[in-house]
């Protein structure tokens, strides 16, 4: 059972800009592709052992008109998971259909499912997830979030939350939640539109582009932590110290790819 499931591939499906006002998404996931296309050595191991779909933007019509929350028909598309129509919805029936056929390919084992927003009223990052029965399931759901919070200063574990709002019912992340098996974990991944908070109620640090693609950044890197991918990483060997002749300058100490990711972890230690 271990080789079959070691031989499937592991698919993580992300989506963004399903509502078109929630500007600050599409940084996110901006960093996200722009990480996991990069030859950085955490990226190259993502690309080894996992499959990263991404739908960067669900609602181009609503976008390119300026549409706030709504698409091109007047449809809130983030409630419509549950039957989306080809013709009124059309991005979200096809992504859809895509999902479906990865969850019934025995090849394939999905999961993750991200859908990324912002928020208008909170601070930081954060994530809603779901309410299971089973409370190991329960219990797992919860490892991602939480070592994303160690990855990433702005992300705020404690306005994590987890629920079955009636009102949700429709959305990504409550629908695919329902549908995929125990193995796959679905959330929504919000992001403040303003500010996030460093070490205390007074220190509000407002977002700008390259924060949120920093955060998109730590979302991507978060997965080698999940994975336990650490010692696949390839570090590169320091350069071999020679003799200096007298007048020469001292050799540049070497720093590694991913020390702005190592340092940010020391913090957190």
């Given amino acids: 059972d271990l080789y079959f499931y070691f031989s499937l591939s592991k698919v993580v499906f992300i989506t963004a800009r399903v509502h078109p006002g929630e500007t600050p998404s599409s940084f996110v996931c901006q960093g996200i592709i722009d990480f996991l296309v990069s030859q950085h050595p955490i990226a190259k191991v993502l690309r ?5 779909k991404i739908a960067p933007m669900l609602n181009p019509d609503g976008v390119y008109l ?3 929350r709504c698409s091109l028909m007047g ?3 983030n409630r419509h998971w549950a039957n989306p129509s080809p013709w009124a919805h059309p991005t979200l ?15 394939i084992n999905l999961e993750f499912y991200i859908d990324i927003h912002a928020h208008s009223t909170m601070m930081n990052g954060f994530m809603y997830g779901n309410i299971f029965e089973d409370e190991e399931r ?3 759901q919860a490892v ?31 629908f695919l939640g329902g549908l995929l098996n125990d193995t796959s974990y679905c959330y929504t991944l919000e992001v403040s539109f303003y500010s996030y908070i460093l070490g205390g109620p007074n220190s509000a640090v407002p977002y700008t582009e390259e924060a949120y693609m920093k955060l998109g950044r730590n979302v991507a890197r978060t997965f080698l932590d999940y994975y336990r991918l650490n010692s696949s990483v390839e570090r590169p060997l320091a350069p071999t110290p020679k003799t200096r002749r007298a007048g020469t300058r001292a050799p540049v100490s070497w720093e590694t790819p991913h020390s702005e990711f190592a340092s940010a972890r020391r913090k957190q230690q």
């Fill in 144 to 174: 991602f979030p939480k070592l994303l919070c160690q990855n990433a200063e702005d992300f705020s574990y404690s306005s994590t939350s987890f629920n079955r709002d009636a009102v949700k019912a429709g959305t990504g992340r409550r």
């Fill in 66 to 68: 300026g549409n706030y």
């Fill in 93 to 107: 029936h096809g992504v859809k259909q895509l999902i479906i056929e990865m969850y019934n390919n025995p090849k």
């Fill in 75 to 77: 449809f809130d598309l």
């Fill in 138 to 140: 329960f219990q797992r």
């Fill in 48 to 52: 080894d052992h996992l499959v990263f």
